[in-house]
């Protein structure tokens, strides 16, 4: 499972964040996953809770927060949300298409006791 080694690679930011702000334990993971982000929220989940096992998240909670796949013409500069991942705009049928967001997974906060 490839979400697996995501959320490997989240605790040791996590971790790292962790240590420096001296917190001891972490409460809550808020996360923003881009359609195009190359994971699937649900499998996230799941790998969030076989991973926290034994960390200093072991309690924690996360929460995804899905964002759709932005993007802009180049062409006539319309910027639009695209369900369906066909690449051509709505408006010049142009397939000149710029990624707004939607790409990636950002970590949006965390809570941590200290
Ligand atoms: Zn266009």
Request: net charge negative; hydrophobic share 45%; with cysteine.
């Amino acid at each position: 499972m490839h979400e697996l080694s995501v959320v490997a690679n989240l605790f040791e930011i996590l971790e790292e964040k962790v240590r420096e702000k001296k917190g001891t334990k972490i409460f809550s993971v808020k996360l923003q996953v881009g359609a195009l982000a190359g994971v699937v929220p649900e499998m996230l989940m799941t790998a969030f809770d076989i991973y926290k096992k034994d960390t200093i998240a072991s309690e924690a909670e996360l929460e995804i927060k899905k964002i759709p796949l932005k993007v802009q013409c180049k062409d006539c500069h319309k910027v639009m949300v695209k369900d369906d991942f066909i690449f051509i705009c709505d408006q010049c049928d142009s397939t000149n298409l710029k990624t707004l967001e939607g790409t990636e997974m950002i970590l949006e906060k965390m809570d941590i006791e200290v």
